[in-house]
């Protein structure tokens, strides 16, 4: 089904001029009452609403067309127009796309704004050159370490096996002395509860979906850095649209960061309540400990700098320079 589906996008986008009552299929990954979901149908209402059905975007949530590691692929081979993307899970592609996975590097909602300020012009360049367009980006909740028992140094990880979720992550771990271990999100409350792994760093958005309260105590808002998720389009799919579509597209997508930005910041605050409410212990971490973790940052922003070259070191310069 999805090859027949990819392939129908394919004819509709390789097509004539495009004309009233356009229908894009968009790929996301995640459930319709995830937050992300949420403010892209928004947007695809939008517009809708802007063009008069002269551009009909059908989103398709929880990876029904397309898996989060091939959504990137698809718009790029123009099997759809439009996507949603993890914008560090390309991080194998280019470390540049992983620099708002860097560790206290952006660690809170304004420094994360300057550092996809200063980052994106690339992040475009990148993609242009492959045949696409970043349309918006919207961050998750800052990360935080979760574990089952407190935590008030970097010792205190020591030989813990630590659940990671990508190569940043599994670096962090091995840097704080854990042990890093893979774990997917369905399978999370079974390895925390055979001890298959005793701690973690997610989003309070992502504890929350996993009932992290059933089998963690304690939340350290370390907010270590602000990851974000891309909507990409293919460059084609634009350029034969109207100008006035194409007009209404640009400014929805203006409308769909600023709305996305505000309801991750309140998405912060209203899952780390619900996690306190189930009796999650939330705290800030110890002054030491911070800047323990703070100090292994700095270790992984320089490594990051290295692998990225020279475009990471003028990433980091424009940021700083902010």
Known sequence: MRNILGAVSVLGLLAGPAGAGDRWDMPTPYADNNFHTVNIKQFADDVAQATDGALEIVVHSAASLFKLPEIKRAVQTGQVPIGEVLMSALGNEDPLYEVDSVPFLAADYDA???????????????????????????????????????????????????????????????????????????????????????????????????????????????????????????RRAFQR?????????????????????????????????????????????????MAELQAIGQTMIAEWVESAGPDGAAVIAAYRDR
């Open 112 to 234: 994360a704004r300057k550092l996809w300020t200063a980052s994106r012009p690339m992040i475009e360049a990148r993609l242009d050159r492959q045949g696409m367009m970043v349309l918006f980006a919207v961050p998750w909740p800052p990360q935080a370490l979760f574990a089952k028992t407190p935590l008030t140094a970097i010792a205190d990880l020591e030989g813990v096996r630590f659940r990671v979720y990508n190569a940043m992550t599994g670096r962090l771990a091995e840097l704080m002395g854990a042990l890093p271990t893979t774990v997917q999100m369905p399978e999370l409350p079974q390895a925390f509860s055979t001890g298959m792994v005793s701690a973690m760093i997610t989003s309070p958005s992502f504890a929350v979906d996993t009932q992290a309260w059933d089998f963690v105590d304690h939340m350290y808002q370390t907010r270590a850095m602000v990851p974000k998720d891309m909507v990409i389009m293919h």
């Open 241 to 289: 649209l109207d100008g006035a579509v194409q007009a209404a597209l640009l400014a929805a997508a203006e409308s769909a960061e600023e709305r996305g930005w505000r309801m991750s910041a309140e998405e912060t605050a209203a899952k780390t309540q619900v996690l306190a409410d189930n009796g999650m212990n939330v705290a800030e971490p110890a002054e030491a400990f």
